[in-house]
């Protein structure tokens, strides 16, 4: 089968973020060795999305089928923690890390911004969805990925 080309469409984030500390999750479990194992990759950058709990079944998708689309689009590994709450939050916090280029790991986050605005707009009033999609995504680079 013919490899596919990563679609990058977003704007290049201004800078990566990291949440979680060095070290974790520990690299003994299993999201901790498979993010250690994609960080180990040459020229691989790691940047942290902190979503609540209840936006990560929208993200993963039912069998896997959206995380795995959007990884298979972007070129960026995508690793959902979610039994543990990151170092220094709360209930119901959890950590999406992605790793790959800077243009991979732009084009994921916008694409789960993109999701988790629509799951949020139930919740979030119109004039707050900007601030809530920079607020998840540490990056004021939203409003053009948005369209």
């Known amino acids: 089968a013919p490899t596919r080309v990563p679609v990058i469409t977003a704007p290049l984030l201004t800078e990566v973020r990291h949440i979680a500390p060095k070290g974790w999750p520990d690299a003994s479990t299993g999201p901790g060795r498979r993010i250690s194992e994609a960080e180990a990759q040459p020229n691989a950058l790691r940047h942290d999305l902190l979503l609540d709990k209840a936006d990560l079944g929208k993200v993963i998708g039912s069998g896997g089928n959206t995380?795995?689309?959007?990884?298979?689009?972007?070129?960026?590994?995508?690793?959902?923690?979610?039994?543990?709450?990151?170092?220094?939050?709360?209930?119901?916090?959890?950590?999406?890390?992605?790793?790959?280029?800077?243009?991979?790991?732009?084009?994921?986050?916008?694409?789960?911004?993109?999701?988790?605005?629509n799951r949020s707009l139930k919740r979030v009033a119109p004039e707050e969805e900007s601030a809530e999609v920079k607020r998840i995504c540490g990056s004021a680079l939203l409003a053009e990925a948005m369209n």
Do not use: N
């Not at 992605?98 to 999701?115: C, F």
């Open 67 to 117: 995380l795995k689309e959007m990884q298979a689009k972007t070129g960026c590994g995508i690793f959902v923690v979610d039994k543990e709450v990151p170092p220094g939050h709360e209930e119901p916090m959890r950590l999406v890390v992605l790793i790959g280029t800077l243009p991979a790991i732009s084009q994921a986050t916008a694409d789960v911004a993109k999701i988790v605005e």
